[in-house]
C-alpha cells in the first residue's frame, strides 16, 4: 500500500497536470472549431442550451438556493472548468500506478474515459448540454480529440514532473 505521502504527493502532480492540460487542449478545441464547417457550428449553436461550465453552476447555485449573475457565474463557470481537469487527471496516475501500461496509452484512455464519460454521457444526463443527438457528428468528435490531447498532456506533465522526483512507476 502507497503512504500517504506518495498519494498526497500523486494528487498534486495530477493537479498540475491537470491545470496544464486544460491549456493545452483549449487552443486544440479552438482550432478544430474553426475547421468546421459553417453549417455544423450554426447547427451546435442553436441546439446548445448554454455553456455547459455555466449551466453547471447556475444547476449547482439553485440547488443551493442562490443564483449567480454577472462576475459570479463567470468565476463560477471557470471554477468548474477547472475543477472536471483537476478531479478527472488522477485517473492517469491510477492507470500508471496500478496497471502495467504504456504511457501515451494511459494518457489516450484517461483523455478518451473523460470525453465519453464527462461530455457524452453525464452532461446530456445532468443537463448541462442538449441530447448528443441534437449535435452534428463534428461537434462529438471535436470533443473527442480535445480530450485525447488533454490525456496526452496530463501524461506528459505527470512523467515529467514524476521523473523529476524519481517517482515513476
Not at 491537470?18 to 487552443?27: D, I, R
Not at 449547482?60 to 463560477?76: T, W
Not at 496509452?105 to 448528443?132: F, H, I, K, R
Amino acid at each position: 500500500m502507497p503512504a500517504v505521502t506518495d498519494v498526497a504527493e500523486d494528487l498534486a502532480v495530477a493537479a498540475v497536470a491537470g491545470y496544464l492540460a486544460t491549456k493545452a487542449m483549449e487552443p486544440v478545441s479552438m482550432r478544430l472549431y474553426e475547421l468546421e464547417s459553417e453549417e455544423d457550428r450554426q447547427h451546435e449553436d442553436a441546439v446548445r442550451p448554454g455553456p455547459p461550465y455555466e449551466l453547471a453552476a447556475k444547476k449547482i447555485a439553485a440547488s443551493l438556493e442562490a443564483e449567480l449573475h454577472g462576475r459570479a457565474l463567470e468565476r463560477a463557470s471557470l471554477a468548474m472548468h477547472y475543477e472536471l481537469a483537476l478531479s478527472w487527471s488522477p485517473v492517469y496516475g491510477v492507470l500508471r500506478r496500478t496497471r502495467d501500461i504504456h504511457p501515451a496509452l494511459a494518457g489516450l484512455g484517461t483523455g478518451a474515459a473523460m470525453s465519453l464519460v464527462a461530455d457524452e454521457a453525464m452532461a446530456p444526463l445532468l443537463g448541462y448540454s442538449a441530447p448528443n443527438r441534437a449535435y452534428p457528428l463534428a461537434t462529438h468528435l471535436r470533443g473527442f480529440l480535445a480530450h485525447l490531447v488533454f490525456g496526452l498532456a496530463v501524461a506528459a506533465t505527470t512523467e515529467t514532473l514524476w521523473g523529476l522526483r524519481g517517482r515513476r512507476p
